[in-house]
């Protein structure tokens, strides 16, 4: 098995380690909430988390692999978290089984986010830089907006309405979205294996994309846009792809997240909420998926633990964010880190030798 292992290449065995950490976090975190050896606050931490781990993973096919800067994706998370709340409503009477429900949810939401990637994609595609971070930034507010002022209510048939609940016109039924007011009483269906299960799945969409003919393509365009043209890579094309595969995925945890609530309102998706998840990636390593997945984590994890500072709390936080930063962006205290693990590795492989009788070459 370690031969087969070794046989891989380093990127298969780089993406099989990420598979089996994703995989080891989730047991140890199940078992210890099923013992309720953690607080019930952290328990309450476990989908949004593997929400925002989906969400870092996604926006870092975008801005690490691709290399484009999106400063929109809180607006396909919303996106994806209204209509999957309404799809979930409307498929309740059909779908009694609750973790179908949150699927065909899931998957509406990714579809609606993905029309909603390709619909902003395609005319700003051909912008880069500075121009595309903007373009993204006014998308997320503009739905932010156009969420503050919908109303939707279903009856047995749904509908829609910009101005307030009794434009509706609905016979009885229910409010279903209610402005800036958002949406109420929902039925929470997401669970920490749902999660589970969307981590994966974006891993392995993100993994398999980066593995591909379309992938190498994208990074190509990333790295020479230029020399990617003389070749005759559709550069729009490939930056396209990733756009609406980040949006689509977005959108899913979107919907796990909002499903996770008894309410949630529009405001929850607003332009932080963006530069949050972009925090994520950077901390972790622009195309680095495994640190974007542990950074999601213990970002999400540490305003929490440190709750109990109170008004210093955040203070910390922001320290914490500059010095990660300050030292993951320093060659020299990246070197001695480095060195010392060096030493660490060289010194288990002396003992192992001297153990066997052998000899250091």
Known sequence: MMNRFKNLSKSSRSNLITYAMVIVAFVVMQALASAHIISSAMTGLLVPITAYVSLAISLNLVVGISGELSLGHAGF???GAFSGLVAAQVLEPFVAAGPLRLLLAMIVAGALAAAAGALVGIPVMRLQGDYLAIVTLAFGEI???????????FDGALHFSLKDTASLGMQ????LINGPQ???GITKLSTFAAGFVLVLFTLFVVTNLVKSRSGRAIMAVRD?????ESVGIDTTKYRL????????????AGALYAMN????VPKKFDFNTSILILVFVVLGGMGNIRGGIISAALLTILPEKLRFLGDFRMLIYAIVLIAVMLFSNNAQIRGTFEGVLGRFRRGGKESTVAREGGDVQ
């Open 77 to 79: 998370m919303s996106v």
């Open 182 to 184: 958002g949406a109420v």
């Open 224 to 228: 020479n846009r230029i020399a990617a």
């Open 241 to 252: 792809m990733a756009f609406v595969v980040a949006a689509a995925l977005a959108g899913m």
């Open 143 to 153: 739905i932010k907006n156009l969420l503050n002022n919908l109303y939707v209510g």
């Open 172 to 175: 009885g039924g229910k409010v």
């Open 261 to 264: 609530f008894s309410s949630i």
